[in-house]
Every structure is written in structure tokens, then in C-alpha cells.
């Protein structure tokens, strides 16, 4: 049973109706049906194991659901054909939560890389967009490091400066504190805000880091097991009328 609380009237940019899917006999989401609002910043949190990576990985396209609907701005992407969804992906920006960047690449060529692939644009433009989003990131004049040289946060920031360098309508953000100490970590959050705000994107947060996050994000998602236990403004979700879910935000949770 789902406990769903009330949602906001805003516009909604991506939509998932009933979305289900398994590896083998055990459901990693089943009957999933949420929507993210257009220009706000989401956080998705649950238990290890209850579908948060899948779900985002649906969202981009990365993984097909078994059953049910994935619109983004009203096209059902679980439809298209590799061809058609190529044109959605190259609207989704994501930081994977092993940062996944190439280690034979410097910094530099990390952050052009998605530049490179989805524009034809010329080597000034492209050194101009790289200088502009390591400053944003406050590591500027670090395009010539290699990613071995870097700290754990500042591998971080370069991911995020590779995830924004697009300027795409949706953001993704699988974890982006994973081993990060407090004062990084919420360095990083503040960092992802201030970015949403400033280019208006709808960017969804996966973490595990549930006490820092939620200080960033404007509306939350909680996942047990596959299944939906919360959606709905921050501000709302300690009260909950599911007791499991303010059990969880406080930390009280206990595995069965």
C-alpha cells in the first residue's frame, strides 16, 4: 500500500504511471507512479536496495521498465525507438554515483566531452564553456589535471561540471556525496542548489546522506523496497501519515 501525500500544482516535466520492473522473481520498483515538477529540485532517498538507482536509470533511458509509462514533457519514452530516445537522453545531464570520469582524459577534456558529443562547436567555445563551469565549481585554471591528482570533492565538482556544462533541461544526480566528509558534502548540495537556480533545470537527487540533503531540495521522494511510501514537499514529509517514513527521516528506521 502507498501512503501519498498531497502534490503541488505545478507543471509537471517528468511523469512515471504505474512503472514496474524486475531482475528475476524480486521487483525492483513495482507500480511506481510519481511526478517531478518542472524547475524544482527533487531528492529521491530509501533503504539500500529500494530502487532509487533503477528509477533514474529509467528516467534517462538507460534501463526500459517492464510495464507502465515514463514521460518526459509528455512523450512516453518507454516507447521509443534507440533513435528517438537519443534525442531525449541528449536532454538529461547525469553524474553517475562513481563520478565516471575518464582517467586518461584531463579535467579539461572531461568537462568538453559532452560539448564535443552532442555540438559542433568550434575549440574556443568549447575552452570558454570548460573555463566557465570550473569556476562555477570553484576549481579554476584546473583543465590541465589529470582526474588521478584530485580529492574525492573535487572529483565530485568535475562532475558536476561536466553535468552541467550542456546547459540541459534535466539534471540527474546519482549520490553525489557518497564518501564525502559533512563540510564537502554540503558543500556539494549548496553547489547542485545554487546551479539549479540559476539555470532553471529540473534536477532529481539520489542520496544516502538523507539529513543533508533534504536542507537543499524542495519536494522528496521516499522508496522502501520498490514501492512509493512518500512523495511531496519537504516541509511535509515528517508529518507523514505513514509513521515508517517519519521513522526513516529521523533516523530511527530499523531493518526487518
Not at 15 to 28: C, I, Q, W
Not at 50 to 62: E, F
Not at 183 to 212: C, H, N, P
Request: with cysteine; hydrophobic share 40%; net charge positive.
Amino acid at each position: 500500500m502507498k501512503f501519498l501525500d498531497n502534490k503541488n500544482k505545478e507543471e509537471d516535466a517528468i511523469s512515471l504511471r504505474e512503472v514496474s520492473k524486475s531482475f528475476g522473481p524480486k521487483y525492483a520498483l513495482k507500480n511506481v507512479s510519481v511526478n517531478f515538477k518542472k524547475g524544482r529540485c527533487t531528492g529521491i532517498v530509501g533503504p539500500g536496495a529500494s530502487g532509487k538507482t533503477i528509477l533514474v536509470k529509467i528516467i534517462a533511458g538507460l534501463i526500459k521498465p517492464d510495464s507502465g509509462k515514463v514521460e518526459i514533457e509528455g512523450t512516453d519514452i518507454s516507447r521509443l525507438n534507440e533513435l528517438h530516445l537519443q534525442k531525449v537522453r541528449s536532454k538529461i545531464g547525469m553524474l553517475f554515483q562513481n563520478n565516471a570520469l575518464f582517467d586518461y582524459l584531463t579535467v579539461g577534456e572531461n568537462i568538453a566531452f559532452p560539448l564535443r558529443r552532442l555540438f559542433q562547436l568550434s575549440e574556443e567555445e568549447i575552452s570558454r564553456r570548460v573555463a566557465e563551469r570550473l569556476e562555477r565549481v570553484g576549481l579554476a585554471g584546473m583543465e590541465d589535471r589529470f582526474p588521478a591528482s584530485l580529492s574525492g570533492g573535487q572529483k565530485k565538482r568535475v562532475g558536476i561540471a561536466r553535468c552541467t556544462v550542456a546547459c540541459q533541461p534535466y539534471l540527474i544526480y546519482d549520490d553525489p556525496t557518497a564518501g564525502l566528509d559533512p563540510v564537502t558534502a554540503s558543500k556539494i548540495f549548496l553547489l547542485i542548489r545554487e546551479e539549479q537556480e540559476k539555470m532553471g533545470t529540473t534536477v532529481i537527487v539520489i542520496s544516502s546522506d538523507v539529513d543533508s540533503l533534504l536542507k537543499y531540495i524542495q519536494n522528496l521522494i521516499v522508496l522502501d523496497r520498490g514501492v512509493v511510501m512518500f512523495e511531496g514537499a519537504v516541509e511535509e514529509a515528517f508529518k507523514s501519515s505513514h509513521p515508517w517514513v517519519r521513522a526513516f527521516l529521523k533516523g530511527e528506521w530499523k531493518k526487518s
